[in-house]
């Protein structure tokens, strides 16, 4: 079964940082590439950023290049999002989903997400 659960949204203001996990459950996550996505009101959900396997190759999305950081510990299961000078048009609700080589999202492979919101 691939089942993914997001974590480590919160509030915070312009300029501050959060650190998202995604754990893994029911599979091996290291077999796959992991990509966050996020999605506000209104909005289709959006590609954020990619890890592969290995973690040796990463990809983001424009909007947030520089200041995010994908990481993985395979040893715990886990890929990390380092988000750092968020931003207001940062808040969304934030997903990830396996993916191979960085293709695209494995149909079902998402969790429930966890909430971003960047508010002054």
């Known amino acids: 079964q691939l089942q993914l659960v997001e974590s480590g949204g919160g509030l915070v203001q312009p300029g501050g940082s959060l650190r998202l996990s995604c754990a893994a459950s029911g599979f091996t996550l290291d077999y796959y590439s992991i990509g966050w996505f996020r999605q506000a009101p209104g909005k289709e959900r959006e590609g954020v950023s990619c890890i592969s396997r290995s973690g040796g190759s990463t990809n983001y999305v424009d909007s947030v290049k520089g200041r995010f950081t994908i990481s993985r510990d395979n040893a715990k299961n886990t890929v990390y999002l380092q988000m750092n000078s968020l931003k207001p048009e940062d808040t969304a609700v934030y997903y990830c989903?396996?993916?191979?080589?960085?293709?695209?999202?494995?149909?079902?492979?998402w969790g429930q997400g966890t909430q971003v919101t960047v508010s002054s």
């Open positions: 989903a396996a993916q191979y080589f960085c293709s695209g999202p494995i149909r079902g492979s």
